[in-house]
Nanobody
């Protein structure tokens, strides 16, 4: 599993961005995916998780109702649609994969991570 995020950038408050996470590696595992974010001096914050089928999702409290996680397994890609962005959403965003197929909200549960993509929301 090799994860590469893209889609970050600068956006005004109230705007939208869509992040992508491509798995360029190979695995036979039906892995789940998640998105986290991190700001300096803070722990990684769980944003959203999705199971292999895409039928089950979970969201962190701070983004529920604004962010949507999805995946297209044929493209080995997971997405995070982010709407109604706020300055406090500014962070480095990471995608992660859990080979056990869970989509928990703790960073230690994930086996693989991308390098991160920076999202900056201006006021």
């Amino acid at each position: 599993v090799q994860l590469v995020e893209s889609g970050g950038g600068l956006v005004q408050a109230g705007g939208s961005l869509r992040l992508s996470c491509v798995n360029s590696g190979r695995t036979r595992s039906s892995y789940s995916m998640a998105w986290f974010r991190q700001t300096p001096g803070k722990e990684r914050e769980f944003l959203a998780g999705i199971d292999w089928t895409g039928g089950f999702t979970d969201y962190g409290r701070s983004v529920k109702g604004r962010f949507t996680i999805s995946r297209v397994n044929a493209k080995n890609t997971a997405y995070l649609q982010m709407n109604s962005l706020k300055p406090e959403d500014t962070a480095v965003y990471y995608c992660a994969a859990d080979l056990q197929g869970n989509y928990g909200d703790q960073a230690y549960q994930y086996d693989y991570w991308g390098q991160g993509t920076l999202v900056t929301v201006s006021s």
